[in-house]
């Protein structure tokens, strides 16, 4: 693979075929940079190559479970990108919705292996990359749900609170090799892990923000907080007014929130 990058900041997207993914692959597409897609949706992987335009970034078929997947992305992307990574978007994600009980051990551990192994693999594969770029940053992607966790989204939950917990660790960890660590927060965002369920169940996530008459924050405002977060110190960044108000709350009235998810998983 030829160099593409030309010189530009350059960042390397997990999950970059649809969502959050895309629409951060887009935002730092018009501000200049080059851009890493990666994905298991090769038709999507196409279709953003297409809209970004060729010469803009380069694409990576990626399972983030998949360390040689990972060692073989990131010598490519490096070879596209004249040998730098500006930033690592952690953003590949999934969820099942349901009580524990009800979820197969397969959705328990996909949760899992993708949530919290993906986001360590890429950590430690895009590291050296990273140490390479001055000022690089790594962006892992959590979720509110790693500030309190919600009834039928306990794995999911428990994958995001890891992700917190390991950019916290890694915040202190990289500082000594010169790489930034962001950690993003979002409440609920219009993508398609709304509509996760469990098997055998109708139920999904938007049902739950459509009982509790939550917001829906867009992918753009998502995409928006994430190069924001280059631009300032902060390890946490909260999508979503009412995601910044659970913060409040979780830190300062836990009974209250602790009371109100009980209540919904009683109904439920």
């Not at 524990?100 to 890429?122: C, P």
Request: glycine share 12%; with cysteine; aromatic share 8%.
């Amino acid at each position: 693979m030829t160099t593409n990058a030309n010189g530009r900041k350059a960042i390397f997207i997990t999950g970059a075929a649809s969502g959050i993914g895309l629409a951060t692959a887009r935002r730092f597409a018009a501000e200049g940079w080059f851009i890493g897609l990666a994905d298991i949706d090769a038709a999507g992987l196409k279709a953003a190559q297409a809209g970004l335009g060729a010469a803009n970034c380069s694409v990576h078929a990626l399972d983030v479970r998949d360390r040689a997947a990972w060692t073989k992305a990131m010598t490519a992307f490096g070879k596209a990108s004249g040998g730098r990574m500006d930033a690592l978007l952690n953003n590949a994600g999934i969820a099942h919705y349901g009580f524990l009980e009800d979820l197969t051990d397969d959705e328990v551990d996909r949760q899992l292996d993708i949530n919290i192994k993906g986001v360590i693999n890429g950590a430690r594969a895009g590291l050296a990359l990273l140490k390479a770029t001055p000022g690089s940053t790594l962006i892992n992607v959590a979720s509110c749900a790693g500030l309190y966790g919600a009834p039928k989204m306990a794995t999911y939950a428990a994958t995001k609170f890891a992700v917190r917990g390991l950019s916290e660790s890694l915040d202190v960890e990289y500082a000594r090799l010169g790489v930034n660590v962001r950690c993003i927060m979002p409440w609920f965002v219009e993508t398609p892990i709304l509509q996760a369920g469990s098997q055998g169940s109708n139920e999904n996530i938007a049902d739950l923000i459509r009982e509790g008459g939550q917001p829906v924050y867009t992918v753009e405002e998502a995409a928006d907080v994430i190069w924001r977060s280059l631009q300032g110190p902060d390890l946490h960044w909260i999508v979503g007014k009412a995601g910044r108000q659970l913060r409040f709350a979780a830190r300062f009235m836990p009974g209250s929130i602790r009371k109100r998810m009980k209540t919904m998983a009683a109904t439920s």
